[in-house]
């Protein structure tokens, strides 16, 4: 009976030597080994119990540090991402100072072309020349505008009312200002516009208008140029010029609305 025994104790040593020698390494089958019973001694058992909960232990921790590397690999990754794709824009604040201005000056000039309405400071500021020197209107004359088609001046002396006369027609070959009967002050009708003149006004206005845009097309070559030169990756590029295009097309659609608002009824 002794000898019996202790050929099962040889035999269950000879096969859990390996199972255990697995576990030490590293190399284990969890299923397997929680089946099995690690000795015939209740101390024994507990050992190797103990020494295979360590393991599990152990092997969680590893696969928590492992997942929680990753999570920051992944999390670095898009900050990185997210960094470079600030710094791989472009700045338009400065180049929207830049248009509006042009903008604004545009508006202007369209005004001050198409419309018909005649201010008292656009007569103050003609030119009069009397003795060799030359004065504004409003040095020599008081301006009252009474529509938009009839003009008074009022000269402080009446000797320059001739000279005051030469200046407007000199200012527009249109105009025929008169003197009444009295001769105290110089009359003024503005005629219409004729076809011709109209049309004139018109090719400027658009003349204009094609200076404009090319002034816009340097700022869009520049910016392009920019982004050529400092924006990495050439996804990011792409991006950019899309981006660029649109914006000019933006613009360049705010210019045409002024020229529309002044030559649509002409």
């Known amino acids: 009976m002794k000898r019996s025994i202790r050929r099962l104790s040889i035999y269950s040593r000879s096969y859990l030597s390996p199972i255990v020698s697995n576990i ?11 089946g099995l019973n690690f000795g015939s001694k209740k101390e024994k058992s507990d050992k190797e119990t103990k020494k295979f909960r360590n393991l599990l232990k152990i092997s969680g921790i590893r696969n928590d540090e492992i997942e929680n590397n990753d999570n920051t690999n992944r ?5 990185v991402k997210r960094i470079t794709n600030e710094n791989n824009n472009v ?11 042009i903008i604004k000056n545009f508006d202007i000039k369209m005004k001050k072309l198409l419309e018909n309405t005649l201010t008292v400071d656009f007569f103050n500021n003609i030119v009069v020349t009397k003795d060799k ?5 409003s040095d020599l004359s008081q301006v009252v505008i009474k529509s938009s088609k009839t003009i008074f001046f009022y000269p402080y ?36 516009l004729t076809n011709e003149i109209k049309l004139k ?9 094609e200076k404009v845009k090319n002034d816009i097309r340097s700022i869009r070559h520049k910016i392009r140029d920019f982004i050529g030169k400092n924006i990495e990756g050439d996804e990011w590029k792409i991006e950019e ?18 020229y529309e608002k002044y030559t649509k009824n002409y």
């Open 157 to 192: 002396i009446i000797s320059d009312i001739q000279k005051i006369i030469h200046s407007l027609k000199i200012k527009d070959n249109t105009w025929n200002p008169t003197t009444p009967n009295d001769g105290q002050y110089i009359l003024l009708h503005i005629p219409p």
């Open 201 to 209: 006004k018109k090719k400027e206005a658009k003349d204009i208008l």
């Open 24 to 34: 030490n390494k590293g190399c284990y089958d969890f299923l397997c080994v929680q």
């Open 133 to 137: 020197k030359k004065y504004k209107l």
């Open 75 to 79: 999390k670095g990754k898009e900050n």
């Open 91 to 101: 700045d338009y604040k400065s180049y929207d100072i830049k248009i509006e201005e």
């Open 241 to 258: 010029k899309n981006k660029l295009d649109n914006y000019i097309k933006n613009k360049v659609k705010n210019i045409e609305s002024v």
